[in-house]
């Protein structure tokens, strides 16, 4: 069993910055890529970040230089640190995880999502 908890979301001011934490937990053998996707009312799910193992990083274009992905392999956590957060930002954003179980089970994985809220 493996679950990904969020946390960290919330309503901010235009301009403001929130951190999005993201916690993986259970029979885990290993971590391959993590990720942030969002979803706002009305439209698709999109990748807004993603982290390979060894911390490479890949954003969306629109989210590029205000936005950082990080992640700590010894606690199976990924963060996403987002600043001059504008009103198009607002969504439920949601963690992913390519997870390697003990019984060398294979799967992506994804959390239950977290509100943020930009507006003034």
């Known amino acids: 069993q493996v679950q990904l908890v969020e946390s960290g979301g919330g309503l901010v001011q235009p301009g403001g910055s929130l951190r999005l934490s993201c916690a993986a937990s259970?029979?885990?053998?290993?971590?391959?890529?993590m990720g942030w996707y969002r979803q706002a009312p009305g439209k698709q799910r999109e990748l807004v970040a993603g982290i390979t193992s060894d911390g490479s990083t890949d954003y969306l274009d629109s989210v590029k230089g205000r936005f950082t992905i990080s992640r700590d392999n010894a606690k199976n956590t990924v963060y996403l640190q987002m600043n001059s957060l504008k009103p198009e930002d607002t969504a439920v954003y949601y963690c992913?995880?390519?997870?390697?179980?003990?019984?060398?089970?294979?799967?992506?994985?994804w959390g239950q999502g977290t509100q943020v809220t930009v507006s003034s």
């Open positions: 259970g029979s885990i053998f290993s971590i391959n890529a």
């Open positions: 992913s995880a390519e997870i390697r179980t003990w019984s060398q089970y294979e799967n992506d994985y």
